[in-house]
């Protein structure tokens, strides 16, 4: 096996290479929506009328939501790709729907903070 610019290659034995394109996709996934709940935290700090103080802090508050998301999908990826390389597979028991818990439970107050 050679290294390259894009890793150790692997022999494709059984679905290995597929398990790391899906593990792959869900990492992208979970990066966009992370990049579009910051991206709706900077429009509501930026363009909210007349709201001030308010909008900024709810702002922040998406936009740290957002680096959460996107952080928890970089922790996952790299998890299951070393699980994927052992061969085993543990699915996810809280991290996915704490997660997403926090997140709601942010944007939430975002939007008392905003009203």
């Known amino acids: 096996m050679k290294r390259d610019i894009h890793g150790t290659t692997q022999p ?3 679905s290995v290479a597929r398990d790391h394109l899906a593990n792959e996709r869900t990492y992208l ?3 966009r929506t992370g990049m579009s709940v910051a991206a709706i935290g900077v ?3 930026k ?10 802090a709810s702002g922040l508050i998406l936009i740290v939501a ?6 928890y999908g970089t922790f996952r990826y790299r998890n299951v790709g070393r699980q994927i390389e052992a061969g085993v597979f543990a699915p996810a028991a809280f991290g996915a729907i ?3 818990s926090v997140v709601m439970v942010l944007a939430a107050v975002a939007v008392v903070i905003l009203i």
């Open 12 to 14: 494709n034995v059984g």
């Open 29 to 31: 996934a979970w990066l």
């Open 43 to 45: 429009a509501v700090a």
């Open 47 to 56: 363009f909210a009328p007349d709201r001030g103080g308010n909008a900024v």
């Open 66 to 71: 957002g680096l959460l998301v996107s952080g």
């Open 98 to 100: 704490g997660t997403a």
